[in-house]
């Protein structure tokens, strides 16, 4: 390598905000990967997918994602749930009821909707509860908007949340993913 | 499934059992530390109430859910993925299961050979008045499961068959889910309510923490 090893290079080497999330879940021993879909989230769900040291399936609803991603951290496997904004509204139940009380560092990626273009005015609403919520929780949640940071607030982030016994929610937005592009 | 063809058809037709002798009965077949999830409702009381000893100390591979209605079989699944080498009963009643319905199919798709479900189905959300629930009016949570690819789930037909149907769900290779008929007799005891200690007595039980 020649000397010019500036920060841009080190970021382009790095690869995609998927890519770097797939090797941060590696990193950290995040085998398990439950997930109710997102089309912003399919290349992370492929990548998960064909990399044999995940165990990867869809649930039917989030919150049965939260259980066995709580029951696996019980008997000693870390695992992490992926949705989107409109799933994670469906979670304050599990994670005032099981997640918070039983500290359990359950990990949480929403790919937001509902922001910078939404076209869906379902979307935008729904996006709107879900920091309060998080909030009202006192859940460490981090909104992810640039590909420079994002190992940095993954893994130091993941780190936290077994150490302190605590769920975490990492914010995919779309400055980050591209998020969905209105389609006429 | 030879051996699952003489169990009754319908809920109608299993004879109605109690939810505490059950639980016992269970538990004292349990043998290799299998893991157990308590639902809410009276089968977590139960479940507590069937598993202290003589000396006053208490089975530690038991897991009582607090609130998150429906969840018992979803986290009996991840407790069943990370160790695939113990055996893991979600206990729940039928009106929590009638919320997570999904589930089924869920550990159906993973076809997990380490779980099995046990449903006590008084047909009532009993713990909240007795209020009933749709398997009092026609829902057979049995014919629910199996066409949600859970060919392995029978009724017990009576106390002697459900004794069979755990000693089949600990031995040999699941999914299970065996559907128990019951009165609405009350719980023997209350749970203790202490979140934290519950899960790390839990995973102390499982071996993770020492
Ligand atoms: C999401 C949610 N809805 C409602 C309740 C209130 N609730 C607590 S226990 C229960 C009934 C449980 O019924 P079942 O699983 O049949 O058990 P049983 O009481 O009959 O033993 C209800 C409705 C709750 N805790 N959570």
Not at chain 1, 130 to 138: F, G, K, Q, T, Y
Not at chain 2, 25 to 51: C, H, K, P
């Amino acid at each position: 390598m020649p000397a010019d090893t500036s920060a841009a290079d080190t970021r382009a080497a790095a690869g995609t905000w998927w890519e770097i999330t797939r090797d941060v879940l590696k990193r950290q021993r995040v085998s398990l990967v439950t997930y109710v879909p997102d089309n912003v989230l399919r290349p992370l769900i492929e990548a998960i997918h064909a990399d044999p040291f995940f165990t990867a399936f869809a649930v039917a609803r989030e919150e049965e994602g939260v259980g066995i991603v709580a029951g696996a951290w019980m008997g000693g496997t870390r695992g992490i749930l992926l949705m989107q904004t409109s799933g994670f509204a469906t979670l304050p139940n599990v994670l005032a009821s099981l997640s918070v009380p039983f500290q359990i560092p359950t990990l949480m990626i929403v790919s937001e909707r509902g922001t910078l273009g939404e076209f869906n005015i379902g979307q935008s609403l729904v996006a709107r509860t879900m920091r309060p919520v998080l909030d009202s929780l006192a859940i460490e949640h981090h909104t992810m908007t640039r590909l420079d940071e994002a190992e940095f607030i993954l893994d130091r982030s993941i780190t936290q949340a077994v150490a302190t016994q605590a769920p975490v929610c990492f914010i995919l937005s779309p400055l980050l993913t591209g998020g969905k592009v209105f389609a006429k | 499934m030879a051996h699952l063809a003489n169990h009754p058809a319908t809920r109608a037709q299993a004879k109605v059992m109690n939810r505490f002798d059950l639980t016992q009965r269970m538990v004292a077949l349990l043998r290799q530390d299998e893991a157990v999830i308590g639902g809410i409702g009276y089968t977590n009381f139960d479940l507590w109430a069937a598993s202290g000893r003589p000396d006053g100390s208490r089975r530690t591979q038991n897991f009582y859910m607090l609130g998150s209605m429906g969840l018992a079989v979803p986290i009996a699944l991840g407790v069943a993925i990370a160790q695939p080498t113990r055996r893991v009963i979600a206990l729940e009643g039928d009106g929590s299961i009638l919320m997570q319905l999904g589930a089924l199919g869920t550990v159906a798709t993973r076809g997990q050979k380490n779980l099995a479900i046990v449903i006590m189905d008084n047909g009532a959300y009993q713990i909240t008045g007795g209020q009933k629930t749709h398997t009092e009016t026609g829902s057979d949570i049995v014919a629910i499961a199996r066409a949600s690819g859970l060919a392995q789930s029978a009724w017990a037909a009576d106390e002697a068959a459900f004794e069979e149907l755990i000693r089949l769900a600990i031995t040999e290779d699941g999914p299970w889910l065996i559907g128990c008929c019951i009165d609405t007799g009350k719980p023997q005891d209350t749970t203790e309510r202490d979140p934290a200690r519950i899960r790390d007595q839990f995973m102390r039980g499982l071996g993770v923490r020492r």
